[in-house]
């Protein structure tokens, strides 16, 4: 009788590749109106009043405060238009971005 020879069964974990993600940071300053972020977070990145008021919130009170995370390109996008928005108004508000680890 010959000997039974076991095939070796090596399974690969399948492997999605997922896009880094990028933070968008609200970040504090004195002069633009509280009322005004508020409604920049509400336009630009799809937050309701209270969650708008709490990011804003709590970037007053921190300095700094992230929004949301997206693909790199909509995280620029967003950071961008809303940062423009304060600019258009008259108001040094600012918002960057940064790679999520
Ligand atoms: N600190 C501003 C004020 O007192 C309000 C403000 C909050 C501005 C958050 C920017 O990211 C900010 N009017």
């Not at 969650?51 to 405060?65: E, F, I, L, P």
């Not at 304060?86 to 960057?96: D, I, S």
């Amino acid at each position: 009788m010959s000997p039974t020879i076991a095939k070796p069964r090596t399974k690969t974990a399948p492997k999605t590749a997922r896009p880094p993600l990028w933070k968008v940071i609200l970040l504090n300053d004195d002069f633009t109106p509280r009322e005004f972020v508020v409604q920049v977070l509400k336009a630009v990145f799809r937050l309701n009043e209270s969650q708008s008021y709490r990011v804003m919130m709590t970037a007053h009170q921190k300095g700094a405060c992230v929004i949301a995370v997206y693909t790199r390109d909509v995280a620029e996008t967003k950071a961008k238009e809303a940062t423009d928005l304060g600019k258009a108004n008259g108001f040094p508000l600012y918002f960057t971005t940064e790679k999520e680890e």
